[in-house]
């Protein structure tokens, strides 16, 4: 009975939970009040340790809860669960994508989210890059801010963009775990 609970409980999360893995905190925090499986305090170590091991931190977070409540199987019921709903959501909409590719409103829309995303991606990294460089977000940058420019940083994100372009065929892990390294050891 307990396994089933499990499932309901984290299909119905995963099933309304919009804006990331961290928009799972409400309904975790909701689920350990009604059915006492966890604290908050037992919420916040979950955020924690979902948030320093490797994956989507809803899914790490379902998965901990479920091992917390039910051992192994518990824990694989919750992840099974959580992301449920996201299989049989998308493979609906692979299904219609499929069925109406060659129609040309279909076709003039996805032609439409290519800039779009671009756009979204383009403005998230000049936001990483505004805060690493200067300190400072985007929306808030004024041509004062310009005096604020992190030199060691600049010189290090200089160096590194042409490492990077003499040694194009080294994995990206290798320039990850160098980086890791300066940051921790030089600045």
Known sequence: MIYLQLFYEFF????????????????LQQMGEKTGWFTTTQLMDMIAVSEATPGPIGVNMATYAGYTVAGIPGGIIATVGIIMPSIIISL??????????ENPLVQSALYGLRPASLGLIAAAGMTVLCLVLF??????????????LDIRTFIFAVVLFIVTNIYKKAHPVIFLALSAFVGIFLF
């Open 12 to 27: 119905i999360t995963g099933l309304f939970m919009f804006g990331g893995g961290l928009a799972a905190i409400p309904f």
């Open 92 to 101: 609906i909409i692979a299904r219609l994508l499929v069925k109406f590719k």
């Open 135 to 148: 300190g400072i977000e985007l929306r808030y940058m004024t041509e004062y801010h310009l005096f604020l």
